[in-house]
């Protein structure tokens, strides 16, 4: 399966990057390992997601950090289209 990430997706990862090394480098390495490990875990089960709360998009919760990965899935293509932090406002659109 082929893995895209979209700008957004990965200013976002960036931005979480940044915010949470401020405080604590170690913490943010394990909260980027997760969140890679979920989107190579979703190349195997793309399936496993729940549907998504904007329309044609699923979303997967990254266990142990506050992070939910949305993305599409198109054939053979898996899109990560954000990685939003589970208490903020969801976006209408991708």
Excluded at 47 to 60: F, I, Q, S
Excluded at 62 to 75: D, E, G, K, S
Aim: glycine share 4%.
């Amino acid at each position: 399966m082929n893995i895209g990430w979209s700008e957004l997706a990965l200013e976002q990862l960036r931005a979480a990057y940044d915010y949470v090394a401020i405080d604590n480098a170690m913490a943010t390495e394990r909260m980027v390992e997760r969140i890679f490990s979920a989107v190579e875990f979703l190349e195997q089960h793309p399936n496993l997601g729940r549907p998504g709360r904007v329309e044609g998009t699923r979303e997967l919760v990254v266990t142990r950090t506050p992070f939910v990965i949305a993305y599409r899935l198109q054939r053979n293509h898996l899109q990560i289209l954000a990685v939003l932090h589970a208490a903020r406002k969801w976006p209408k659109a991708f």
